[in-house]
């Protein structure tokens, strides 16, 4: 129950399987949780969460969060402080093919901004790789940006200048949250609520489309159950789908499931006295830039953003390894994932000794990965959506990979029902 979401709790020690934090991007959001009755264990980062770090030289540099500190900071090359004064004159795409993301940042902002922004924070977000990603897909906004205003930078600016849109928060105005028992008490809460109580351990063998609605055959603990519903809506995985066994008339072709890249990842959240670290941990955490040849993607400081992760005078480590970019180390024995985390964070903190709480988690299929040609897979899935009245999909493989993009997928699939039903 609830995905790649599940917290891990050891004594005072908090690790969270997958995602760490959600972020308050739409009004719908900040709903659910209230509607839920979790905004009383609602956690919001302390201020020094706003400090990212980028490794550069083996040192952890922050990441600038404002034009001046840009300007001066040594994370950055001259050319690439000047490719951002010459960024709102070079024309607009123009869509002749779709682009990578690596080929519009160093179109718009060169190889420097490419190796020590985009290339880490593809690291940390999507565990993948700017040669393969699609700007279009991958980063919609980003890809907007240029085709609404000609300019990243001029349509920054004037888009802070208008009244916002909808519901939506603009990402840096948005709050970033978690519980306090981890994020564990959203699909916890959500599971509770539900009139119809879920049924687990359940294997799904088939589905046929009757004249009204669906039927549901599937295997629980060596039973042969049916059920009927008037909607099917499929939450699993986009590289799961090729396994399922859909049919209206004949099986529908779900085999471009597999055309879905999703690259192993492994975590380890390690805990630390104090005293073994010599890097304050004063951020959010760090990402590596692929160019500075370590083994590690990034780390997140969880104890510094939030309380109740770990025992007075004790910090708690993410790191993250593996991905597009070295699928090897996730995919490595624990004990060498392991000495890789402890070496590289020896290295980056100055840490000393063993760690006081060794936490793994490896996922052979991590996150789905919006590569050049995307657009071809979200359209299958409109295509089986429209020819099969019913049927939905949602997960984050359809608008987006974060937690809050799946979740107001999920609210919109929802309203799509509803409105449907309705007519």
Known sequence: MGGAIHTHTQNDWLAEYGPNTILETNTQIKMLIIELGLDGEKLYP???????????????????????????????????????????????????????????????????????????????????????????????????????????IKGQIKKAKLPAQSDNIPKNRAKMFSFKNGLKELPETLASKLKTPIEFNATVEQVQKLNKGWEITYNQQNEIKTLKADNLIYAGTGHQLANCKIMNNKNLDLSFGNEIEYPPVATLTLGFHKNQIQHALNGFGMLVPQVENLQILGALFNSSLFPYRAPDDHVTITVFMGGVRQPELALDSEEKRLDIAVNDLTMLLGITGSPALIFHKQWTKSIPQYNVGYGDIKSKFQRLEKDNPGLYFTGNYREGISVADTILQAIQTADNIITTNNN
């Open 46 to 152: 302390n201020s020094m969460s706003s400090n990212r770090f980028i490794v550069k030289n083996g040192k952890l540099l922050p990441l600038p969060i404002s034009p001046l500190a840009f300007f001066s900071s040594s994370l950055f090359s001259a050319k690439s402080k000047l490719n951002i004064i010459r960024e709102p004159f070079i024309p607009k795409w123009q869509n002749d093919y779709e682009e990578s993301l690596s080929d519009f940042v160093l179109r718009r902002l060169g190889q420097n901004f490419l190796d020590y922004a985009v290339n880490p924070f593809v690291a940390g977000v999507f565990a993948g790789d700017p040669n393969k990603l699609s700007v279009k897909h991958a980063l919609s906004k980003l890809y907007k940006l240029e085709q609404d205003y000609g300019s990243l």
